[in-house]
């Protein structure tokens, strides 16, 4: 199997570290859609959003997934926003099995908290803002051809699942 291994969901969903490990299993290259952005851009997420606002970030995000999605057998770790984007969607489906990492509200506002580079929790009620966001992109979360709750699971376990899941 040549496709790519697309993971999306929320920031503090446990994307990037799942990534990571996947990679080594598989002896893939993992990219992270939002490492991309910081490095076409030279600055960061945090910096992008307060000097260019969300919506050139997002700009930028769909011309990183358009360029990634060409490609196969990477692990892909998108930024918790991508499938917001229908032309996202479609390119990294074409290409890619996209596994939705889910969790509680509870367990990302535990994952996320402290962490001043997520720029859309700076506010002042985050776990509010979780909640929120949820209500809000959870429906194009639903669009992955598989979903697994991270909420209470370690890495590995995770991992497991979705090796077993690409297997079957």
């Known amino acids: 199997m040549n496709k790519n291994i697309v993971l999306i969901g929320f920031m503090g969903a446990g994307k990037s570290v799942a990534a990571r490990e996947l990679g080594k299993r598989l002896n893939r290259k993992v990219v992270s859609t939002d490492e991309l952005v910081e490095r076409k851009e030279g600055r960061s997420i945090a910096q992008i959003f307060q000097e260019s606002g969300e919506a050139y970030f997002r700009r930028c995000e769909k011309?990183?997934?358009?360029?990634?999605?060409?490609?196969?057998?990477?692990?892909?770790?998108c930024g918790g926003g991508i499938f917001l984007d229908s032309d996202n969607v479609a390119n990294l489906k074409r290409n890619g099995i996209v596994i939705y990492l889910?969790?509680?509200?509870?367990?990302?506002?535990?994952?996320?908290?402290?962490r001043k580079h997520r720029p859309l929790l700076n506010v002042a009620d985050p776990h509010q803002k979780i909640k929120e966001l949820l209500a809000i992109r959870e429906p194009a979360y639903r669009q992955a051809h598989h979903v697994i709750d991270t909420s209470n699971k370690k890495n590995h376990q995770v991992c497991d699942e979705i090796l077993a899941l690409i297997e079957s």
């Not at 011309?63 to 770790?77: G, N, P, T």
């Open 63 to 77: 011309d990183v997934v358009w360029e990634i999605a060409q490609k196969k057998d990477l692990i892909i770790d």
């Open 102 to 114: 889910l969790a509680t509200p509870e367990v990302l506002f535990e994952r996320t908290q402290g």
